[in-house]
């Protein structure tokens, strides 16, 4: 079990926008930064959202992120087949005094 | 160009030993955080351990602690995550990556090194 909760799958046609929700608790989420990363099997991760909502140059505007409480949200717009990949969210523990990750969510482009 | 290049995964029996390395190029390694994330087989990304950048500050998964040690040496800008008392669990491909300026994520990030630990 992940300390951080995503749904495992996600879909959606060419040009729709899909939402990946991310639920922490106030030791992760709450209180600290939440982080989001894209990664097709057998290639190494990329950063998408780093400190909630903030977009490392080279990642498209239709990547946006946001966080309310002890969730967060990744939302892609005028989603296209090569978005079809795994999503983590990750967010620092103070209790744990670690990174923690979401299990993944599964996104395919119908 | 940036690039992080990990090695030194491989067949292992359980009860055994690995030493991995991640050599890095392009930035100034000994200015940054790095972290070591692995997957195992069909399952998801974890976090296994980090160090800041001058080596002052460690930080791993309860999993691992005892077994794993993570270094760096700036010198020869290399990342290293020594394995002990190996368990089929730790089977899965190992990334090192680096974070960003201001914790702006990790940002950079090597190809894997795979780790298969069975008998």
């Known amino acids: 079990q992940s300390v951080l909760t995503q749904p495992p799958s996600a879909s959606g046609t060419p040009g729709q926008r899909v939402t990946i929700s991310c639920s922490g608790s106030?030791?992760?989420?709450?209180?600290?930064?939440v982080y989001w990363y894209q990664h097709f099997p057998g290639a190494a991760p990329k950063l998408l959202i780093y400190k909630n909502d903030q977009r490392p140059s080279g990642v498209p505007d239709r990547f946006s992120g946001s966080k309310s409480g002890t969730s967060a949200s990744l939302a892609i717009s005028g989603l296209r087949s090569e978005d079809e990949a795994d999503y983590y969210c990750?967010?620092?523990?103070?209790?744990?005094?670690?990174?923690?990750f979401g299990g993944g969510t599964k996104l395919t482009v119908l | 160009e940036v690039q992080l290049v990990e090695s030194g995964g491989g067949l292992v029996q359980p009860g055994g030993s690995l030493r991995l390395s991640c050599v890095a190029s392009?930035?100034?390694?000994?200015?940054?955080?790095m972290t070591w994330v692995r997957q195992a087989p069909g399952k998801g990304l974890e976090w296994v351990a980090n160090?800041?950048?001058?080596?002052?500050?460690?930080h791993s998964v309860d999993s691992v602690k005892g077994r794993f040690t993570i270094s760096r040496d700036n010198t020869k800008n290399s990342l290293y995550l020594q394995m002990h008392s190996l368990r089929a669990e730790d089977t899965a491909v190992y990334y090192c990556a680096g974070e960003g300026e201001n914790s702006s994520g990790w940002n950079r990030w090597g190809q894997g090194t795979l780790v298969t630990v069975s008998s």
């Open positions: 990750a967010a620092w523990d103070a209790s744990l005094s670690g990174w923690v």
């Open positions: 160090i800041k950048h001058d080596g002052s500050v460690k």
């Open positions: 106030s030791s992760n989420i709450g209180s600290k930064d």
């Open positions: 392009g930035f100034t390694f000994s200015n940054y955080w």
